[in-house]
């Protein structure tokens, strides 16, 4: 063997040996930093400038593409007020998860992608939309046919499509699945989980009755969840106000918005509705009072952000 092969051989191991490193370690190392910063939520706008580093390394990453589309689902309400803007983030979270090899498709991936088609047919309102979420849900249904999460996103879907019907019958479905909360094998933590799964799914059920003027039973859907959660679903007591006034039931209305401003003393929510429902009543002493504390309380709120 030549002295000059030998130096070929040693300068040949040297370079495969970096393309390894740079392949298993660096690059690894490189992209987990840069994903690790995209988990600063209070700072979304860096997220995405993060992540297309992330991508610079790897592109197709089965992982970093379901994160970044799931990341991409959760800012669309908070981050996006034009509803052209919303559509656009939902088609690149759709493209990323569409990215994934169907092989590595798991229940997850197809949940949220279900959900990604789900809110762009709500803003669409195209056919086509709607009928891409629904395939995606069936295909979760029957990955997970016992998941009642399923059958809530499902419930969803039906109601953005006002088929009243079928989606009071996937809530129904969805609530049947939860296991007993009675049951001795829960503890504390699986129970409150599943407290909040099914609060959701009852609020649907508010909506659906609501919409069918069972007004009575809406009332129930939603005192299901205050008993779950008496405090902190502050927002069911405005649902419940709101059912009286669409019955013409006012000083019920005006009953429920009072508690929940007590509950809520610094939302001007409350506040604003008290004086319409006051105006509406011919009180214009109290409809006066009320409006100018909902301003008072919106100048607050304005002041601190």
Known sequence: MTKRFKIFIIISIIIFCGILLWEFNIRVAIADYYFLKT?????????????????????????????????L?????????SEKSKIKILDLGIKRMESIPKYERVFEVTTY?????????????????????????????????????????????????????QAKNKCQKALSLYPDLDSPGLNQEHRQMIEAEMSQVY??????????????????????????????????????????????????????????????????????????????KGDKDKSQFWSQKAKKLEQNQDNKN
């Open 73 to 81: 689902l959760w800012s669309v309400d908070k981050f996006y007020s």
């Open 113 to 165: 992608l279900a959900r990604l088609y789900m809110e762009k047919a709500h803003l669409t309102k195209n056919q086509k939309d709607f009928q891409l979420a629904e395939k995606k849900i069936k295909k979760a249904a029957s990955m997970a046919p016992k998941m009642a999460g399923v059958y809530n996103d499902w419930c969803q879907l039906k109601i953005y499509q006002r088929d009243w019907q």
């Open 203 to 280: 609020e649907k059920l508010g909506i659906i009755f609501r919409e069918k003027n069972k007004y009575g039973v809406a009332e129930q859907m939603y005192v299901q969840i205050l008993k779950f959660f008496p405090l902190q679903k502050r927002h069911i007591w405005k649902k419940i106000a709101d059912l009286y006034y669409l019955q013409n039931d006012l000083d019920q209305a005006i009953k429920n918005n009072l508690h929940g401003s007590i509950l809520n003393p610094k939302d001007p929510v409350w506040a604003k509705s008290l004086s319409i429902l006051y105006g509406k």
């Open 39 to 71: 988990r600063q939520f209070n700072n979304w706008e860096t997220s995405p400038k993060n992540y297309q580093k992330v991508f610079k390394y790897f592109p197709e990453d089965p992982y970093y593409n379901k994160k970044f589309a799931i990341d």
